[in-house]
């Protein structure tokens, strides 16, 4: 499982973001990357 620690400079952030939607966008996303679903990623090869 991921670990997600929030730092200050970011909770500043989101807390002065007027777009509500897209601070709760935000918020939900993180949850998910904390619980270890990543959703859609590809690898890339290595060079």
């Known amino acids: 499982m991921l670990l ?3 730092t200050e400079d ?3 952030w989101l ?3 007027r ?3 897209a601070r709760a966008l935000i918020a939900e996303r993180i949850q998910r990357l ?3 679903l990543p ?3 590809s690898r890339r ?3």
């Open 4 to 6: 997600v620690q929030a």
């Open 15 to 17: 807390r002065r973001l």
């Open 45 to 47: 090869a290595q060079a």
């Open 34 to 36: 904390a619980n270890g």
């Open 39 to 41: 959703g859609d990623i």
């Open 10 to 12: 970011f909770d500043r």
């Open 19 to 21: 777009d509500t939607r």
